[in-house]
């Protein structure tokens, strides 16, 4: 285990995760201020929902790919397990970075 590799790509994967999420402010698929509490499920955008679930999962897959390609292993068993420590390694530093309040920036998800 190549916990470089594993770290480089948690912070790939909040680095792309938080691009996406500003990206999301800026073309109007999140909505910003008052009106951006999700209330219930039919005042929701489903565009919103969109760009959230797929922002989510091309963030998480750059970081597992970056965090393959550090480790350099041609096998793709052990290529995927560094992918995955590194989303294991991402989702808590997410936590932290919504329980310190920066949550608003990587958009709903």
Same mark, same amino acid.
């Given at each position: !285990?190549? +916990?470089? &590799?594993? +770290?480089?790509?948690?912070?790939?994967?909040t #680095?792309?995760?938080?691009?996406?999420?500003?990206? @999301?402010?800026?073309? @109007?698929?999140?909505?910003?201020?008052?009106?951006?509490?999700?209330?219930?499920?039919?005042?929701?955008? $489903?565009m &919103?929902?969109? +760009?959230?679930?797929?922002? &989510?999962?091309?963030?998480?897959? #750059?970081?597992? +790919?970056?965090?393959?390609? !550090?480790?350099?292993?041609?096998?793709?068993? %052990?290529?995927?397990?560094? @992918?995955?420590?590194?989303? $294991? %390694?991402?989702?808590? $530093? !997410? $936590?932290?970075?919504?329980?310190?309040?920066?949550?608003?920036?990587? @958009?709903?998800?």
């Open positions: !285990m190549s +916990w470089s &590799a594993v +770290w480089v790509g948690a912070l790939t994967a #680095a792309v995760g938080l691009v996406i999420g500003l990206i @999301g402010i800026a073309i @109007g698929a999140y909505p910003v201020g008052p009106e951006a509490r999700i209330v219930n499920w039919r005042s929701y955008q $489903l &919103a929902l969109v +760009w959230s679930v797929c922002g &989510a999962f091309f963030a998480f897959v #750059a970081g597992g +790919w970056v965090a393959a390609r !550090m480790r350099g292993e041609p096998r793709s068993e %052990t290529a995927i397990l560094h @992918g995955a420590v590194a989303w $294991l %390694t991402t989702v808590p $530093l !997410m $936590l932290v970075f919504a329980a310190l309040g920066a949550a608003s920036f990587f @958009g709903a998800w």
